[in-house]
């Protein structure tokens, strides 16, 4: 199994290089303060788009671009300086830091929910075939979608967690949108979708056999903010107002579950017949300095940088 520059990170130290050191302060928009913050269109980053939506930023002096992006993108974009503030997950900074990319969360966005059985990251199989524990993996193919990202990572963890030898389970790249007629077809032996996939993949005869979440703590980080390092420390008082608008957002998510759905098909490609029906995270900002440490624990575990993995200086205080 190849060990990839998780999200690229041959690209990322190229835009390190070429586009200068990505501390370039927002631009004033009519009073408010300009923050340009990309965005991958997964559920993770709801609460954001609904604060948008219903003014939270631009109450707290903030006029928010919702930038489109590719999670390999995120990172160059923030280091390069084409947005201040990007959408990625806890792994990828640490993972990104362990090589020498100078980046750092500004804020938590999300946890996983506290019922495992509730996590919008499930590993499937047939409902009728032959896998029906995680030990019946040792020797078959669970397909996911990029190696070495976060739902590769927690179904690693998840597994070992209940007593796999992961070294014996393959794992294969493939979309999201493929898995269910590979699992159907029998092209795989198991698929790790992520919502709205994950009904989907129910809908076609599916079964959950493992969530993700399984080994982690309910706090533990995982969809987060950053920045680079540059940009946080030079503009302290702009990531400072984003952290409170995202709070505030965060909240309103969680008691408006019904507007944060109806947010969801107008950046992503859940369609609206599913966005009623999808598992989502639970959205918060509240840090976990251990959730932190576990992330760099899973990594360094599953070895997947020969660099040391450290979650100092990884997250903004």
């Not at 004033?28 to 788009?49: P, Y």
């Not at 928010?64 to 999670?71: D, I, K």
């Not at 995982?222 to 107002?241: I, P």
Request: proline share 6%; aromatic share 6%; net charge neutral.
């Amino acid at each position: 199994m190849r060990r990839p520059g998780v999200f690229l990170l041959v690209a990322i130290m190229a835009a390190v290089a070429a586009c200068g050191d990505g501390g370039a302060a927002p631009s004033a928009s009519g009073g408010l303060l300009k923050v340009r913050v990309a965005t991958i269109g997964v559920s993770g980053a709801a609460a954001m788009v609904l604060g948008v939506k219903q003014g939270v930023f631009r109450r707290a002096g903030l006029d928010v671009e919702v930038v489109a992006s590719e999670a390999p993108a995120v990172v160059p974009s923030v280091v390069s300086g084409a947005a201040q503030i990007g959408f990625l997950n806890a792994p990828a900074v640490l993972l990104a830091r362990a090589n020498g990319v100078p980046v750092l969360s500004v804020s938590n966005t999300s946890t996983n929910p506290a019922n495992a059985a509730d996590n919008f990251i499930q590993l499937q199989v047939e409902a009728d075939g032959p896998v029906k524990a995680p030990a019946d993996l040792a020797g078959r193919t669970v397909a996911v979608d990029t190696l070495y990202q976060l739902p590769h990572l927690s179904i690693l963890n998840a597994l070992k967690t209940s007593g796999v030898d992961v070294s014996r389970v393959k794992f294969t790249e493939m979309p999201f949108a493929s898995m269910p007629d590979a699992l159907a077809a029998g092209q795989v032996d198991a698929i790790l979708p992520a919502e709205p996939f994950v009904t989907l993949g129910l809908a076609a005869g599916a079964t959950d056999l493992l969530s993700a979440s399984v080994g982690q703590t309910p706090t533990m980080p995982q969809s987060v903010f950053l920045a680079s390092e540059t940009y946080a420390k030079g503009n302290r008082a702009t990531v400072e107002r984003f952290r409170t608008a995202l709070t505030e957002a965060c909240a309103y998510a969680e008691a408006h579950p019904d507007e944060l759905r109806a947010v969801l098909p107008t950046y992503t490609k859940v369609p609206v017949a599913l966005a009623g029906k999808i598992r989502l995270p639970h959205y918060t900002t509240a840090e976990d300095a251990a959730g932190w440490q576990q992330w760099a624990a899973v990594l360094e575990d599953q070895k997947i940088t020969k660099k040391d993995v450290s979650a100092d200086g990884a997250y903004f205080t």
